[in-house]
Nanobody
């Protein structure tokens, strides 16, 4: 079982930055594909970013491309989401996800490990 715990959420003004972190425990996650999803109030969950086990492949939602960067530190069993130029529409609960796979996925149905989420609020 993989346990994922997110941190780093908070309140920030539009144009600001935040860095989310996700700590993984329970199993070595060096061969896990990792990612981030988010859910805004009243909306369904949406894909944000994903990173392959070796950081060789990444995918981003069009809405965050060139503003967000996903990275991982396998020595620390952590992944990160650096969020710059934040907009009010980025306000959501952000979830860390993982799957024991060498591939990169954008579908939430393909991730079998989820964190509890961390709130990000961007004020205008």
């Amino acid at each position: 079982q993989v346990l994922l715990v997110e941190s780093g959420g908070g309140l920030v003004q539009a144009g600001g930055s935040l860095r989310l972190a996700c700590a993984a425990s329970g199993r070595p996650f060096g061969n896990y594909g990792m990612g981030w999803f988010r859910q805004a109030p009243g909306k369904g969950r949406e894909f944000v970013a994903a990173l392959s086990w070796d950081s060789g492949s990444s995918r981003y939602a069009d809405s965050v491309k060139d503003r967000f960067t996903i990275s991982r530190d396998d020595a620390q069993n952590r992944i990160y989401l650096q969020m710059n130029s934040l907009k009010p529409e980025d306000t959501a609960v952000y979830y860390c996800v993982a799957r024991d796979s060498y591939l990169v996925y954008v579908s939430e149905a393909l991730y079998n490990h989820w964190g509890q989420g961390t709130q990000v609020t961007v004020s205008s």
